[in-house]
């Protein structure tokens, strides 16, 4: 393995996901393809993070309907925009 990608996968371990019903979930399904900081790079509204798991699933993560429901529960609760303060 080349040192450049050494030092990615180190990086994106050294990235975490917010504890919360559904991380093991995105872990297993999501972290196949892209490491944790792929995941985390854009925070996004409930839509858009449908859109985007459902073109994972068209590029061939296979999840099962409730997988589907609790990783996008998860990302949109979790990984969505900052409201902004006041």
């Given at each position: ?71 996008l529960?998860?990302?949109?609760a ?9």
């Amino acid at each position: 393995m080349s040192s450049g990608m050494i030092a990615a996968a180190a990086v994106s371990q050294a990235i975490d996901l917010p504890e919360a019903p559904g991380k093991q979930q995105v872990l297993d399904s999501c972290t196949r393809c892209h490491g944790v900081d792929v995941i985390i790079a854009q925070p996004r509204s409930p839509d858009e993070w449908t859109e985007v798991v459902s073109i994972m699933v068209g590029h061939g993560t296979v999840l099962t309907d409730a997988e589907y429901d609790r990783i996008l529960a998860y990302l949109s609760a979790n990984l969505g925009p900052k409201e902004p303060a006041n």
